[in-house]
């Protein structure tokens, strides 16, 4: 099956879940390459990265401490087209991946993805418990199917921002190694 690559490293500071990648994003070869998503200028306006860049050069993220994966690697259409297998084999690779690369903070992009992955309701924003030691936060989804409003999704992406600043302060305050769980 031809996917999309992970773009992981140990201990970045934000891993950005997607739900699956779209058939044209895995034809292109890159995250989030629909003509309607949203993602990569909200990701720079909302302040998460400091310039501009587009899915053609989605592999940068990691120049700025970002990860990008998905909870289920196969590529459709749409999120509708998943099985119920498929995101229980996700929920067990997703969960390797965060345990192995340790990220400071995890936010998932779109409220069905967490909701999957976590087998409970949620709301949108920072969510009381941490995965692996890392902060969790529910992004609106950026996809062009979303019926929210790009302001609605750019205001959830700042506070993103916001968290992923905090918490690297705060690491940076109590030094490395040191667990910053609350």
């Keep these: 099956m031809r996917t999309l690559p992970d773009h992981l490293r140990k201990g970045m500071k934000l891993v950005i879940v997607g739900c699956n990648p779209s058939e044209s994003s895995v034809r292109v070869g890159h995250y989030y390459a629909g003509r309607t998503n949203q993602f990569w200028p909200i990701l720079y306006e909302s302040g998460v990265v400091p310039e ?16 990008l994966t998905d ?15 498929d995101f229980a084999e996700g929920r067990i690779v997703l969960s390797q991946k965060l345990e192995e690369f340790s990220p400071h903070v995890v936010a998932f992009n779109g409220k069905i993805v967490y909701e999957q992955f976590s087998q409970r309701k949620c709301k949108f924003g920072l969510q009381k418990e941490q995965l692996y030691g890392a902060r969790v936060y529910v992004l609106p989804s950026t996809s062009g199917q979303n019926a929210q409003g790009k302001s609605e999704k750019l205001r959830h992406f700042r506070k993103l921002a916001q968290v992923v600043a905090r918490t690297e302060k705060e690491r940076d305050t109590k030094g490395p190694g040191v667990n910053t769980e609350k």
Aim: net charge neutral.
């Design 71 to 85: 909870l289920v690697k196969r590529p459709t259409k749409g999120a509708e087209e998943l099985t119920r297998g």
């Design 52 to 67: 501009p860049f587009d899915y053609h050069d989605d592999k940068r993220v990691i120049e700025f401490g970002i990860g």
